[in-house]
């Protein structure tokens, strides 16, 4: 799935973005009591792509306040801004992340990782993409939900425009050509992607996608055309027959 999207696919800012193994987030410290966000929300792709589009302050305020925890005074010496201006660039901060938690890509609340629902999930989504079964693929997506795929400035919103795309972008449509390996990034559902060489005696490491989980349904699909990523995730570049 991870080829460039066709020039009429629709505009979307997406920051450069890369998964996070889960693996390497054990010794990540729990944030401090004035935190908003806990671990599982501060390391979401959708969180982490939005407050990319925040001004440098405010993004430094909110990760400081909200994310670590730390306080407005404890803000305001480690960034030299007064109590007052680290208020304001935060309440900014979090009134331009008010519609994306209204609209739900930002999620209020989240699971713990590895919520017997989401493995149920992630292992219908493997099993559809096997079966080059688009129907049911997008039977596991949410009416709006959105496909990007970092860096490429384009997404895919909706059943039919993501549909189209399956249908003919990854291998050529011929998704039984690509293996999908469960994963774990950013604590989310993810999957390795292995496409099968032309010769068909082995599969060439492709990609990662990681999946936004919001109860039975999938709200969106992040891919990385990265091979490089996987030695982070303990994956060999080839597996054999």
Do not use: C
């Not at 080829?3 to 401090?32: C, K, M, S, Y």
């Not at 989980?213 to 080839?238: K, M, N, Q, S, V």
């Amino acid at each position: 799935m991870f080829a460039p999207p066709p020039p009429n696919a629709p505009d979307i800012e997406v920051a450069g973005l890369q998964p996070f193994p889960d693996a390497r987030l054990g010794d990540l410290t729990a944030a401090g009591p004035e935190a908003v966000y806990d671990l599982r929300e501060s390391v979401n792709l959708a969180f982490l792509t939005v407050i990319q589009l925040l001004p440098a302050r405010q993004r430094a305020v909110l990760l400081l306040r909200d994310v670590l925890g730390f306080s407005a005074a404890e803000t305001a010496g480690l960034l030299d801004m007064t109590v007052a201006g680290v208020t304001s660039a935060l309440q900014r901060a979090r009134a331009a992340l008010e519609p994306h938690h209204a609209s739900g890509r930002i999620p209020r609340k989240t699971r713990t990782a590895g919520d017997e629902a989401e493995r149920r999930l992630l292992d219908k989504y493997v099993t559809a993409w096997h079966a080059s079964d688009v129907p049911a693929l997008l039977a596991l997506l949410r009416a709006d939900a959105l496909l990007t795929m970092p860096p490429f400035p384009a997404a895919y919103r909706g059943h039919d425009a993501i549909g189209q795309f399956l249908r003919t972008v990854p291998a050529g449509g011929r998704l039984g050509q690509i293996t999908l390996i469960p994963a774990r990034a950013n604590l989310q559902p993810t999957t390795a992607a292995y496409v099968r060489d032309p010769d068909g005696n082995g599969s060439t490491a492709y990609g990662i996608m990681v999946l936004t989980a919001d109860g039975d349904h999938i709200t969106e699909i992040t891919g990385f055309a990265d091979p490089a990523l996987f030695p982070a995730f303990g994956l060999p570049a080839r597996m054999e027959g």
